[in-house]
């Protein structure tokens, strides 16, 4: 093969890789389009272009809110194979500074409600 002949297969090779990878709106996509997203099947793209009927996803919340299944786990697993909603990938939300670690924290935070102080303080009285 000629100089020519492999830049130019290499070229074909990095377009059609290009392409593969590139990153599909999900108010943009086309039924087999979402379906190429891994985890996306016939039921849940139907769901999105349904709920899409109704208007455009503004964010990645709105996807969640409106069509069933997508939830933070999948829209990440959406997003890491391609999937945007308006050309944004999915960005975990924070979690709130202001929630309690666990319900064992929430206890101990929490006032005492009666027990032994409380009754032999009532007893006195």
């Known amino acids: 093969m000629n100089f020519i002949a ?7 090779a990095a377009l059609c890789t290009a392409v593969a990878f590139a990153a599909i709106d999900v108010n943009k996509a ?8 891994k985890g996306i099947g016939p039921s849940m793209s ?3 272009l349904d709920a899409r009927k109704s208007g455009a996803f503004k964010d990645w919340a709105d996807l969640a809110s409106r069509v ?3 939830g ?5 697993k959406y997003s890491a194979d391609g999937m945007t909603v308006n050309g944004v990938a999915y960005v975990a939300p924070a979690a709130a500074a202001d929630k309690p670690a666990s319900r ?6 929490a006032a005492p409600r009666g027990g032994k102080a409380d009754s ?4 006195a009285k």
Do not use: M, Y
Not at 6 to 12: E, S, V
Not at 30 to 37: F, K, M
């Open 6 to 12: 492999k830049t130019f297969i290499g070229a074909i």
């Open 30 to 37: 086309n039924q087999a389009e979402l379906e190429s997203i």
């Open 46 to 48: 139907t769901r999105i």
């Open 68 to 70: 069933k299944g997508v």
């Open 72 to 76: 933070s786990g999948n829209a990440k």
């Open 104 to 109: 064992k924290a929430a206890k101990a935070d």
């Open 120 to 123: 032999a303080s009532h007893a």
